[in-house]
Nanobody
Framework: QLQLVESGGGLVQAGGSLSLSCVVSGTIFGINRMGWYRQAPGKQRELVAIITSVGTTNYADSVKGRFTISRNNAKNTMSLQMNSLKPEDTAVYYC??????????WGQGTQVTVSS
């Protein structure tokens, strides 16, 4: 079992920055890739960025060049640095851990609101 806890959301003006963090506890050794997802009101949850156990990253086109995902395996943490934020980035952001045996674990989510 894994437990994921996000922090760092909040309210920011367009063009500003926020940094999200995810702390992972539990059976850490089984984690393959980790990622950030978001869900805006009335929309489906969507991928923001993922990072594998060896540090390979992938980003949604909408955030490329603005967001940076990172992972510290020694500290069991993952971060998302978000720069040049836009109102359309407003959503609840979720931390995800995907294990080698196919299980997915989610955090409780953290609200990010970008005002215009």
């Amino acid at each position: 079992q894994l437990q994921l806890v996000e922090s760092g959301g909040g309210l920011v003006q367009a063009g500003g920055s926020l940094s999200l963090s995810c702390v992972v506890s539990g059976t850490i050794f089984g984690i393959n890739r980790m990622g950030w997802y978001r869900q805006a009101p009335g929309k489906q949850r969507e991928l923001v960025a993922i990072i594998t156990s060896v540090g390979t990253t992938n980003y949604a086109d909408s955030v490329k060049g603005r967001f940076t995902i990172s992972r510290n395996n020694a500290k069991n943490t993952m971060s998302l640095q978000m720069n040049s934020l836009k109102p359309e980035d407003t959503a609840v952001y979720y931390c995800n851990a995907h294990t080698y045996y196919g299980a997915d674990y989610w955090g409780q989510g953290t609200q990010v609101t970008v005002s215009s």
